[in-house]
């Protein structure tokens, strides 16, 4: 029996509502909540259905007790479901883990667009490695070997600067660094060596967005992956990896807008 997913939604608040409502895929130790503080309320303010989902294991969502044996394959699954379950194909944006999420759903089905925000690939880890991980090998460590992906986020400092940038308001970035669950050990796994789709199994019109202070992911590993896709890419310049969150979220949130407005979405 597939478990039953949380799924926040917010219903358009303009008197011009959208032709396609939006579906948020959040990624690794996130929930739904994160796209509520600014992207929900944006995007419904300009005609858009809003629906974030947590993942199995994430948020609210059942299957907490084997998140960590759960694969990425199970995590499209979710995403496939709440997709199907719309009146109208929506458009999918997937943060970090969840934009490869999105990625391995194109090749299994359509929806009206895609956009991938601070996408995870492999070639991205080039940043962390360089920058991160010379420093923080005990932490990765035991979190490999206690297979227990909480241990990379579980201290508050350490996730502040994994995933937000340095003026963001301090109450915001504890708050929301508070927020972090664990993760699923399989899925972690999984990312090291992840299976992406072949380009010409998705016919998708695409969006890649990368931030230029992001802390994980090269932005340049991210335009590759736009060639790659036949996508279209941008920078987002003087944001942190958790975009949708950090102190100049609304410059993303416009840079999706245009992106939609300019293709009818």
């Not at 458009?91 to 089905?109: P, R, T």
Request: aromatic share 10%.
């Amino acid at each position: 029996m597939d478990p039953r997913l949380e799924v926040q939604v917010m219903p358009a608040s303009s008197s011009v509502v959208r032709p396609h409502p939006l579906l948020f895929v959040h990624g690794a130790w996130h929930a739904a909540w994160c796209w509520q503080p600014h992207f929900m309320p944006f995007f419904a303010a300009h005609g858009y259905e809003c629906h974030a989902l947590s993942l199995r294991g994430h948020g609210a969502s059942e299957g907490r007790a084997r998140l960590r044996y759960t694969r990425l394959q199970a995590f499209v699954s979710d995403v496939r479901r709440v997709a199907e379950e719309l009146t109208t194909p929506p458009v999918i944006i997937g943060h970090s883990m969840g934009g490869l999420i999105v990625q391995m759903l194109l090749a299994q089905w359509r929806p009206a667009a895609a956009v991938l925000l601070c996408p995870y690939n492999r070639a991205a880890n080039i940043r962390w490695i360089r920058e991160l991980l010379p420093t923080n090998v005990s932490r990765v460590a035991a979190a490999f070997l206690r297979a227990n992906p909480y241990l990379l986020v579980c201290d508050r400092e350490f996730a502040i600067t994994l995933f937000f940038s340095e003026d963001l308001p301090r109450d915001r970035a504890t708050g929301w660094a508070d927020m972090l669950q664990t993760e699923s050990y399989f899925a972690l796994l999984e990312l090291m060596a992840p299976k992406t789709p072949d380009p010409r199994a998705i016919q998708t019109p695409m969006l890649v967005a990368c931030a230029d202070q992001d802390a994980l992911f090269d932005p340049e590993a991210g335009e590759a992956m736009a060639r790659r896709y036949g996508a279209d890419f941008e920078i987002l310049h003087g944001l942190a990896h958790d975009a949708m969150l950090d102190t100049r979220w609304e410059e993303a949130a416009r840079c999706l807008l245009s992106w939609f407005d300019a293709r009818g979405l």
